[in-house]
Antibody, heavy 121, light 106 residues
């Protein structure tokens, strides 16, 4: 059974940093593209960024609102995905989900349950 | 960037109703479109991909159609478990979601 478990969320002040983790199990993590998607309270879904597999160069791409502030990495030996968030803003407050891609397209099939990040002074 | 626009934002319906949600893309995305269902406090669940392909174990009362820039999600005979928010998502170029359609009880 595919499982994705996010952790690391919490309360952080504007301008601060936080690192989220996503532990994967039930599939061969190293073979899968993965993305972070967020959802602000009461709002819709917003793609944050994606990392491809090592075979595909571990290429990362980011949405415009987080480019230059957020960084996605992966440790295939630990089956874990990371999201390093720097220079946090109040508008980054959201539930952050990790998701797997189906094949090499941007279709998201499995989702974790999410972790809440609150940016507030 | 490709923008996705869903309509309506909210839809009131009764059990047994036929429900249709529309999603429009700002430029052609061929059939690179998915639909997700999200219930409060839960992660989204994939329902439809490639505009009209039903994800495994999703009830057949859900169907999708369209290509290019106009797409629809139809639920025939709405069931109590179907009251939720539905999102379209294009995956032609990166990813973009529609703003969501909440299906509520009439």
């Amino acid at each position: 059974e595919v499982q994705l478990e996010e952790s690391g969320g919490g309360l952080v002040k504007p301008g601060g940093s936080l690192r989220l983790s996503c532990a994967a199990s039930g599939f061969t993590f190293s073979n899968v593209w993965v993305s972070w998607v967020r959802q602000a309270p009461g709002k819709g879904l917003e793609w944050v960024g994606r990392i491809k597999t090592k075979t595909d160069g571990e290429t990362t791409d980011y949405a415009a609102p987080v480019k230059g502030r957020f960084s996605i990495s992966r440790d295939d030996s630990k089956n874990t995905l990371y999201l390093q968030m720097n220079s946090l803003k109040t508008e980054d407050t959201a539930v952050y989900y990790c998701t797997t891609h189906r094949g090499i397209v941007n279709l998201l099939d499995f989702w974790g349950q999410g972790t809440l990040v609150t940016v507030s002074s | 960037d490709i923008q996705m626009t869903q309509s309506p934002s909210t839809l009131s319906a009764s059990v047994g109703d036929r429900v249709t949600i529309t999603c429009r893309a700002s430029q052609s995305i061929s059939s690179w479109l998915a639909w997700y269902q999200q219930k409060p406090g839960k992660a989204p669940k994939l329902l439809i991909y490639a505009a009209s392909s039903l994800e495994s174990e999703v009830p057949s009362r859900f169907s999708g159609s369209g290509s290019g820039t106009e797409f629809t999600l139809t639920i025939t005979s709405l069931q109590p478990d179907d009251f939720a928010t539905y999102y379209c998502q294009q995956y032609n170029t990166y990813l973009t979601f529609g703003q969501g359609t909440k299906v509520e009880i009439k």
